[in-house]
């Protein structure tokens, strides 16, 4: 019996294989309604993993001509399961192919959104160059979840490009749906812990030209980052982080900007306890 949650060991791959193994012997026999019944019961499970794992091994089936058609009918299936394992099947079939998967992720964000996120994240470490072109493209879209999964798995050039992620977040900084908002605080905190430096005098130009609503955007960020400093004594691995984020937060309270200012008194109230 395989479980509802939690990572496969090799009893449960095992017995997926097994079931696979039928599945593609029915197929084989030209059965596909019986071959489908024992496939979509095995990946309508909540199961992440089995889902994952499933998507996978479908790319073994010798005739890969039955099966896509096959994963392209499950991307579109009322049960979340099933449209999740094609669309693993999908990211496996496609992993050279870059551009082709974000087309098809392109149609399938909104109704396999954790699997989807899960793909993405790992594009961004394999095809940096290609997701910096796209999600361009993405935050500019008129669906308001596309806009906000272009910043998903973006942390992963926290490190090696941090004035791109500054930069996209400035197209961004007024979009007012909270889903995008709260993608850009995840990742403004994450590229601050990695390039301080480079992130502070961004933040600092978009306070001096903001309305509430980016102020409001930019305090939650900024309040996390304070937060961390406060506990420096436990972060001593980011100490260029806590160094410069204490000496912003104290140079701002003295800054010409009124907004500016305001902010670095209102931070400098938790680091300065």
């Given at each position: 019996m395989l479980n509802k949650i939690g990572r496969l060991d090799s009893e449960a791959t095992k017995e997926i294989d097994n079931i696979l193994y039928k599945v593609f012997e029915l197929l084989d026999e030209d059965k596909k309604e019986k071959a489908l019944k024992k496939l979509y019961s095995l990946s309508k499970t909540p199961n992440y993993f089995i889902r994952e794992y499933v998507g996978k091994k479908l790319l073994d089936y010798a005739d890969q001509r039955k099966m896509l058609p096959i994963t392209k009918k499950m991307l579109k299936h009322k049960?979340?399961?099933i449209r999740?394992?094609?669309?693993?099947y999908m990211y496996n079939r496609y992993k050279q192919e870059p551009e082709k998967m974000?087309?098809?992720?392109?149609?399938?964000?909104?109704?396999i959104p954790w699997e989807a996120e899960s793909i993405i994240n790992e594009m961004w470490k394999k095809y940096p160059e290609l997701m910096k072109t796209r999600m361009k493209k993405w935050v500019k879209s008129d669906n308001e979840k596309q806009r906000a999964i272009?910043?998903?798995g973006m942390e992963k050039i926290a490190k090696s490009d941090p004035s791109f992620i500054m930069e996209f977040i400035s197209d961004a900084i007024d979009d007012d749906t909270i889903e995008v908002q709260k993608k850009i605080t995840h990742i403004l905190t994450q590229v601050a812990r990695s390039n301080p430096i480079i992130?502070?005098?961004y933040i600092r130009e978009w306070l001096a030209e903001a309305d509430d609503k980016r102020i409001k955007t930019i305090w939650v960020s900024m309040k996390k980052l304070a937060n961390i400093v406060n506990q420096r004594s436990k972060r001593d691995k980011e100490r260029d982080f806590v160094l410069l984020t204490d000496q912003?937060?104290?140079?701002?309270r003295n800054d010409e900007n009124r907004n500016v200012s305001h902010m670095g008194r209102k931070l400098f109230r938790i680091i300065g306890k």
């Open positions: 049960m979340y399961g999740a394992t094609a669309l693993f974000l087309e098809i992720l392109g149609e399938t964000f909104e109704d272009s910043f998903h992130v502070y005098p912003t937060i104290r140079d701002w």
